[in-house]
């Protein structure tokens, strides 16, 4: 009882509940009791966790011990703000939900109102793992039911979400999915890509998703059915949203994009992500039948796609990429796009792509501002692609202003450094070398050529499926990033029964960026996993040590640091380096 008490008190603090307020429910799938945090209560036995998400109200905090649950899960009540309904695992990533039978597509839900609206709002959702859901096949609709979805106010902190159809949500017929968080959770395998959400389009005026936050999640392997990835998914796609913020998100080896920001979408920033290895080839459409043209272009990085803007774009690592490492593709005519301080990295297409499509909704390809990124490639740095609407000579004549940036084309490469193409010119205008960006496009004033190491391995990506395997995937094609043995390196296999004190040594495989200065300094290193151990540096030596040893960026190479531990709790780990 000390122990469980202990637990709910952890779990309370977490979600910011007053223990003595808050009611707790044990579910093991079993004989375990259940009973309330308030003394004198009756006990109550939980085998499933729907049970306990019948009777959960603002402020309980369900904790579920581990093992699989063959459940599909509707949350009934709302919780609020400042009480919301926990349902969290005893173990991180120790509960799995797979579907109970061959039919059901749906793990987790919010309930409905009268008027068929989602209303189970406010609802923090910590440690679980939503597993296996059958393939509905070629439907013709094969973005809808979602594995899991959610309503206004919902958390997922450190869940995985693999091997189904993923997570999705929005704002249309009605229902409010805003302020939603994903927080270190993994998006893998899902079979026609991780997650979207989309606030209402048709609405008039739009009803725009509110307040999104991605921050520290994984997406990876997404799309393994082949699904069209340039006209659905890949790793994920977002629409119609205002004020979302992607931070710290690391993507990689989706058969699409890394990521997919696309259409209506104004006031949002997506900042220190890592983009890499993503590829695509030939695909299916909706109903599964092959699509006649080849889609490498939808292999890229990061893609913004018809939205007003204005966004801010800025410590994004894109490397690896078939496509373009960053798509600004008929983006920002409402407001500035500002692209700074990026890597472009061995990017197949180029490392920023303007596309200036015309599509009869008054989106175009407007003003931005790109300064100071690092264009590291072997091809174009920068080019125009689709010209039906670039009525200008140069990038300046639209307001695109392209300066302070830093070039080191690979060895012995004498190639395009750039194009822009008038939509009216018969041919696009090509620089070789930065003189000639300069006189020719009328850029980079102050860019520089200068050589700028990439530290880490690069990965071979190529164009697959070929058109006749494309209804027939190899798998073995299809995952092209060598992650494996990377992914299996963790931080709590080397923790392993080591306590607070102890001088453990862990491998990580980048590190957040570092805030504080002094003996404040401080950052998170992290997995492949999304476990993340808040790390202390202790002085300005080992602010060097740490930054010579560890990418601020992921990469599948591994670094070995040594700490000691200082807090260790299922969700919740810190350290303080000693040395790498």
């Not at 599964?288 to 966004?311: I, K």
């Not at 960006?437 to 200068?450: C, D, F, P």
Request: proline share 7%; aromatic share 8%.
């Amino acid at each position: 009882m000390i122990l469980r008490a202990l637990a709910l008190a952890s779990a309370c603090l977490l979600a910011g509940i007053s223990p003595t307020r808050a009611r707790s429910y044990i579910v093991d799938g079993g004989s375990p009791l259940a009973r309330d945090a308030n003394p004198g209560t009756a006990a109550r036995p939980f085998k499933t966790i729907q049970r306990a998400a019948d009777v959960a109200m603002a402020g309980d905090v369900v904790l579920i011990r581990p093992g699989t649950y063959a459940e599909s899960v509707t949350v009934k009540n709302a919780g609020s703000l400042t009480r919301p309904i926990v349902f969290q695992a005893t173990a991180w990533h120790g509960v799995t939900l797979v579907s109970p039978d061959d039919h059901t597509y749906s793990l987790c839900r919010s309930a409905q109102d009268s008027a068929g609206h989602v209303s189970a709002f406010f609802v923090t959702v910590r440690g679980l793992v939503f597993g296996h859901t059958p393939f509905r096949g070629w439907s013709g609709n094969n973005d809808f039911p979602m594995s899991v979805s959610c309503a206004h106010g919902w958390r997922f902190e450190d869940c995985v979400v693999q091997d189904n159809m993923g997570m999705g949500f929005g704002n249309g017929g009605g229902n409010d999915c805003d302020d939603v968080t994903l927080l270190r959770t993994i998006f893998q395998g899902c079979y026609t890509g991780g997650a979207g959400a989309s606030g209402d389009g048709d609405a008039h005026p739009p009803r725009r998703l509110q307040n999104l936050r991605i921050l520290d999640c994984l997406f990876r392997r997404n799309n393994p059915k082949n699904l069209d990835p340039g006209g659905y998914n890949g790793a994920n796609k977002f629409l119609w949203h205002n004020n979302l913020l992607m931070d710290g998100v690391i993507s990689y080896d989706n058969n699409g994009s890394g990521s997919w920001f696309d259409y209506g979408s104004t006031n949002f920033t997506v900042r220190n992500c890592t983009f890499f290895g993503n590829h695509a080839g030939y695909a299916l459409d909706l109903s599964g039948h092959p699509l006649s043209t080849e889609e490498t272009w939808a292999g890229g990085g990061f893609w913004s796609e018809a939205n007003p803007g204005p966004a801010l774009i800025e410590n994004n690592v894109c490397y690896s990429n078939l496509g373009c490492g960053i798509g600004d593709l008929d983006s920002g005519s409402q407001g500035a796009f500002v692209i700074r301080n990026n890597w472009l990295v061995a990017s197949g297409s180029n490392g920023l792509e303007f596309r200036g499509m015309d599509d009869g909704h008054a989106r175009r390809l407007g003003p931005a501002q790109v300064t100071h990124n690092v264009f590291k490639a072997d091809g174009t740095a920068w080019a125009t692609s689709v010209e039906q609407n670039i009525p200008t000579q140069t990038p300046a004549g639209m307001g695109i202003v392209i300066d302070g940036n830093t070039y080191d084309p690979a060895p012995g490469v004498t190639g395009t450094w750039a194009v822009w193409k008038p939509s009216q010119a018969p041919q696009p205008i090509s620089a070789t070398g930065l003189s000639q960006i300069r006189s020719r496009l009328g850029a980079e004033a102050h860019g520089r050529v200068k050589a700028t190491p990439f530290r880490g391995p690069l990965i071979h990506v190529f164009a697959y499926p070929t058109p006749q395997d494309a209804v027939n995937p190899d798998p073995a094609k299809l995952h092209q990033v060598p992650s494996a043995q990377a992914e299996r390196l963790t931080i709590d296999r080397a923790l392993g029964p080591a306590r607070t004190g102890q001088v453990v040594t862990i491998p990580v495989f980048g590190h957040t960026p570092i805030v504080g200065v002094g003996r404040d300094a401080a950052c998170q290193v992290y997995d492949l996993q999304a476990r993340y151990v808040r790390l202390t540096l202790p002085n300005g030596e080992a602010r060097k040590r740490l930054e010579a040893a560890v990418t601020p960026y992921a990469i599948i190479a591994p670094t070995s640091l040594h700490v000691r531990l200082t807090h260790r709790e299922p969700y919740r780990i810190e350290a303080i380096l000693l040395s790498p």
